[in-house]
């Protein structure tokens, strides 16, 4: 009897450790649509980008306008580098590059290539 009831409180701890453990994953998760927006924004918005490539962790724009680009907000959002040739900017990005085009791809009405 009292094996039974001492599963069954262990049972409830796991379950409440469980519970915590999801709330402080969701809690520190983040906001990926918003970051996507931003990097959108620092690039100048949708209409300054002409084309856009992914490769592994970079990430290639050709710009309209390549003064338009915020270079040290992009950088502070995560950007590990950032390389300026003519009116491309080549960013090191990590995993999110290739989330990055596929979502300037979607803003701008294009297939995902």
Do not use: C
């Amino acid at each position: 009897m009292v094996l039974v009831i001492k599963m069954w409180e262990y049972i409830i701890i796991g379950i409440v450790i469980l519970i915590i453990l999801l709330a402080v994953l969701k809690l520190g998760k983040k906001d990926v649509h918003l970051e996507l927006n931003k990097l959108v924004e620092y690039l100048g918005g949708k209409d300054n980008i002409i084309e856009t490539e992914s490769n592994l962790s970079r990430f290639k724009v050709t710009l309209k306008d390549v003064s338009k680009a915020n270079k040290e907000a992009i950088t502070k959002l995560g950007a590990k580098g950032i390389v300026e040739i003519d009116n491309e900017l080549k960013i090191i990005l990590g995993p999110e590059s290739k989330q990055l085009k596929k979502y300037i791809n979607s803003l701008q009405g294009k297939q995902n290539k």
